[in-house]
């Protein structure tokens, strides 16, 4: 198994990208540590990879509260003996508004939550990391240069701060064996809530693609299960495109 030994925290672990990729890593062997802040989604996804033969547990935990989140990852590392995978997954909460008509204490509440959370998240992980010369920080988002979407507000502007983050993050914990990457994609249909114009949106990235598929849940997990391995030990301060096409580099 590609994680087998491996510990991972999940932050937003109830939710369908933490939670696809909470399963990609327990299915290689990881033990996951999923936090969130909704008890009932992060124990029905502990429930799927315990049922799947893996290990999950879960916390309750706001990853905007930096004592708590750094003393959480203590007592899991003191727990299971290291920390080997930190992934921040949880929302943006993102302000859908043009910008010429964008409020500026939402949008500086919206970026906030974006800068804070992972800062929280991965300082938290880095102590750690840094003392046992290795791990892996992994984001899912990534930027994207030909954005030609308007009306989609703070999403991508959270996205390539992030990005930005994760590039100084990478130069400065690269020396002690740390590596940070992140997954860019076009979209995952699964993901989607269901509403009566989610079909439309689901077949337009299905449309944009090269592969005519867009990448599911599964792809998520496998993905981020490979990044997170020693497979993939050459890799940092990159993206890491799964956009089946829609997206070209």
Known sequence: ?????????????????GGAMARGFA?????????????????????????????????????????????????????????DVSVNAIG????????????????????????????ITTKAAARHMVKQSSGVILHFGGSDSGNRVP??????????????MRRQWA????????????????GIPESMPDMPQTEQYRQQMVDATLLKRAATLQDVGRVAAFLASDHAASM??????????????
């Open 1 to 17: 198994m590609l994680l087998e030994n491996k510990t991972a925290v999940v932050y937003g672990g109830g939710g369908s990208i």
């Open 27 to 83: 299915a290689e062997g990881a033990r996951v540590f999923l936090a969130g802040r909704t008890p009932a989604t992060l124990d029905a996804v502990a429930e799927q990879i315990r049922k799947a033969g893996g290990q999950a547990e879960t916390a309750r935990l706001d990853a905007l509260d930096e004592s708590a989140v750094g003393a959480w990852v203590d007592s899991v590392a003191g727990l299971a003996g290291s920390i």
């Open 92 to 119: 943006q909460d993102a302000v859908f508004t043009p910008m010429i008509e964008m409020p500026v204490d939402d949008f500086a509440a919206s970026m906030e939550k974006v800068a804070r959370s992972f800062l």
């Open 151 to 164: 009306g989609i507000g703070t999403v991508q502007i959270g996205c390539d701060m992030v990005e930005a």
């Open 171 to 186: 130069c400065e914990l690269g020396p002690q064996g740390v590596r940070v990457l992140s997954m860019r994609t076009g």
């Open 236 to 249: 940092t301060s990159t993206q890491v495109n799964i956009s089946a096409g829609a997206l070209i580099d």
